[in-house]
């Protein structure tokens, strides 16, 4: 049996080992150690984090990692892998060690700035789209809709709803000018900045919310972890994204509490509001909208069964 040298062991700036030192590893033997290794750590992805990050060191995808099954692993490869594999070690979430997560089947650029995309958030996109199609049929045919996405992030339901709906432009807001220069790069690389325009806003303050009634839509998957949640979260949340977009004040709901009450003066009559909950928000939210006269107020499930989304009109 060949001498294997995990490539986890090559630290950097430390010399490559000889052929022989290194022994004889291949896209198949480095795949299985590393998952093995993972798993025996914890990680219940072992297989799929393992994957990525080899895909990601040999600039293959994972199909080309089985269609190069016997391929052998250069030393100068073994260590790079090393390099991402202890990060993920470290708990660092895969999405940042790759650089990029994929939502609505596009690829967006995330990091140390901005959440990572979750699944659950596409019901968000979906429901939109749904909205805006209706709405593209009643409108005179050379208007664009215009929608608003409060709290962008990477940009990921913004730049996703002008993907999939031509015929809108869309208005993003962000606190945090780091997640929006990533936002904007997001726009640019897949083809939609023309259509968007990214502003620097604190939405929590009423004064934001200042303006003409000029959006047809308005979307928002905001901060809504309490601060005991945040405590018991995961630490690959907890530890490397940003806790600003994470926190929505001591029991999660301070963003829904100013978009209930501020979010009807911007939206054009039987307008619509789409937000992210967590899966206990649901009733709390039904009230705030009631207490501010907004109407057919509906709570969505995720494929999980668990509410996820706020669907309500303005009067």
């Known amino acids: 049996m060949d001498t ?3 490539p986890i062991l ?3 700036g430390s010399s490559l080992p000889t052929t022989e030192e290194r022994g004889l590893w291949d896209i198949g033997k ?3 150690w590393s998952q093995q290794y993972l798993h025996s750590r914890g990680f219940p992805s072992a297989r799929l984090d393992s994957e990525l990050l080899l895909a990601k060191t040999l ?3 994972r199909l080309g990692l089985y269609t190069n099954y016997n391929r052998p692993v250069t030393a100068e490869e073994q260590k790079r892998f090393g390099i991402l594999l202890r990060r993920r070690l470290r708990g660092e979430p895969v999405a940042y060690v790759l650089g990029h997560k994929e939502f609505m089947g596009l690829h967006f650029r995330v990091g140390p700035e901005v959440l990572i995309p979750r699944p659950e958030t596409e019901l968000v996109v979906e429901q939109a789209i749904v909205f805006l199609e209706k709405q593209r049929l009643l409108a005179p045919s050379a208007e664009r809709l215009r929608v608003l996405d409060v709290g962008t992030g990477s940009g990921c339901l913004a730049i996703a709803i002008a993907k999939a709906c031509p015929f809108v432009e869309v208005v993003a807001w962000d606190i945090c000018e780091k997640a929006l220069g990533v936002a904007c790069a997001n726009a640019r690389d897949l083809g939609v900045g023309e ?3 990214f502003y620097c806003l604190d939405a929590l303050l009423p004064s934001s919310w200042v303006g ?5 839509l308005i979307v928002s998957n905001p901060p809504y972890v309490s601060k005991e949640e945040l405590l018991s979260v995961a630490g690959g949340v907890k530890d490397f994204e940003p806790q600003k977009a994470l926190l929505g004040g001591d029991d999660g709901l301070q963003f829904y509490r100013i ?8 939206l054009k009559p039987a307008g ?5 909950i967590g899966a206990n928000q649901g009733a709390e939210s039904k009230r705030l909208l009631a207490a501010f006269a907004w109407r057919d107020v509906e709570v969505l499930e995720d494929y999980s069964r668990l509410d996820r989304v706020v669907r309500t009109s303005v009067q």
């Open 4 to 6: 294997l040298i995990p």
């Open 10 to 12: 090559y630290e950097e």
């Open 30 to 32: 480095i795949t299985n």
């Open 59 to 61: 600039d293959l995808s």
């Open 195 to 197: 259509r968007l325009g």
């Open 212 to 216: 003409a009634r000029e959006f047809t």
């Open 259 to 266: 978009m209930a009450e501020y979010a009807g003066a911007r």
């Open 272 to 276: 619509q509001m789409l937000w992210e």
